[in-house]
């Protein structure tokens, strides 16, 4: 759980954060919503550790309760992307049409290996498992064959 309270945060004479108060919590999707200079990024740098120093009044998260770094990697990660500037949307989206380009690599020596009787023994797959297998990998090879041009082609979903 993440809890801000009464939280303000200011540079010089400049109010960046004037006491925002809130909680996430665990298994919930909170959203953080506001013009540009509203101070979320600020809010942000608090909840990860970045500003512990530097605010007042009480922030309760993985950046700022005394866990170790290992246990933030993932909200620094995310936090790095926000503040890149780059769109979650396109690096979620450009993932996806990578993984399903890579699909084929993977599914293909699964099937390979259910079939070596070397390995397999007598649990080798069957005429009627086999056919299934093949139509599924031909399926995904036509998917990953289609995925980069209809990327290309749509502009990254736009």
Do not use: H, W
């Not at 942000?44 to 309760?65: E, N, W």
């Amino acid at each position: 759980m993440i809890t801000i309270d009464s939280v303000t945060r200011t540079y010089g004479d400049f109010t960046a954060v004037d006491d925002v108060s809130f909680t996430a919590q665990p298994g919930r999707v909170t959203g953080f919503l506001g013009p540009n200079g509203a101070g979320k990024s600020t809010t942000m740098r608090i909840i990860v550790g970045l500003t512990k120093d530097y605010f007042s009044g009480d922030a309760y998260g993985p950046g700022v309760s005394g866990m170790k770094i290992a246990g933030n990697v993932g909200i620094l990660t995310g936090m790095l992307l926000i503040e890149s500037g780059v769109d979650p949307i396109k690096v979620t989206e450009y993932s996806i049409v990578l993984s399903a380009a890579a699909l084929p690599l993977t599914y293909f020596p699964i099937l390979v290996v259910s079939n070596d009787p070397a390995y397999m023994g007598e649990k080798t797959n069957g005429p009627i498992l086999n056919a299934i297998a093949t139509f599924y990998l031909v399926l995904i090879v036509i998917v990953a064959i289609a995925t980069i041009p209809l990327m290309i082609i749509t502009k990254g979903g736009t």
